[in-house]
């Protein structure tokens, strides 16, 4: 199954998780929402919302599960062996996993995640947490500056609007930059999605950050010509 392989219907609703003192909370400063697909373990999917006028939004995780397959023989074969992740783990790879696949990363430069113990809600983490929510909206800023730069490297070569990810703008977006390679406003250059709210290429089938399919008739296509699986339940 395709990662973005949804439409609007399909979209699971992120797992709600029951408090328990030991869950983990992870922690977005990131003006658009995030997926992220574990497969393999139960629950595989997560999704945070985007981070509102620099209000932190939250994704409180608990534990996570997988079976692995006995590796003693038998008729019957044995049952599988029920493997569990900590809270810490399940939230840290969801953090890592998500700044590892960016564009620009510098040991000072990345986007706004982290990871803190204990099942917090917003105002938990903006009163105790202030100092780690100033040093994660600095290293996002200073990311953000960087992909900027990159965009502008890239426009400056190709003067082209395919070589400018929608991450780009959305970091010009939110340093209040002015930039030719955004062309007009986003709201004209760009699509906005109705399930996320969020601004995306004006070509886009399938947004990626939400999974919600845009253009129905080239989805259709694709998955005609064998170029996306259909979803399994």
Not at 82 to 93: D, I, Q
């Amino acid at each position: 199954m395709s990662q973005f392989d949804f439409t609007e219907e399909e979209v699971p609703a992120t797992p709600v998780i029951p408090y328990a003192i030991g869950n983990y909370t992870v922690v977005s400063l990131l003006p658009y929402p995030i997926k992220e697909t574990k497969p393999g373990i139960i629950p595989s999917y997560y999704q945070i919302p985007a981070s509102r006028n620099n209000i932190p939004s939250i994704l409180p995780v608990g534990e996570a599960i997988h079976w692995l397959e006995s590796p003693f023989g038998g008729n019957p074969p044995p049952a599988p062996i029920k493997m569990t992740h900590t809270p810490r783990e399940v939230a840290n790879a969801i953090v890592n996993d998500l700044i590892e696949a960016q564009l620009g990363l510098e040991s000072d430069a990345m986007p706004g995640l982290f990871a803190l113990e204990g099942h917090l809600k917003v105002d938990d983490v903006v009163k105790k947490h202030p100092a780690q929510l100033k040093e994660a909206g600095d290293r996002q800023k200073r990311w953000f500056i960087t992909l900027v730069r990159i965009a502008d490297d890239d426009w400056n070569r190709y003067h082209q609007h395919k070589f400018v990810s929608d991450l780009q703008r959305y970091a010009a977006k939110y340093l209040g930059l002015d930039r030719e390679w955004i062309g007009q406003t986003l709201s004209e250059v760009m699509l906005q999605c109705p399930l996320c709210k969020e601004y995306v290429r004006g070509d886009a089938i399938i947004h990626s950050a939400c999974g919600f399919v845009l253009d129905k008739v080239a989805y259709k296509k694709m998955k005609e010509d064998g170029l996306i699986l259909e979803v399994t339940k």
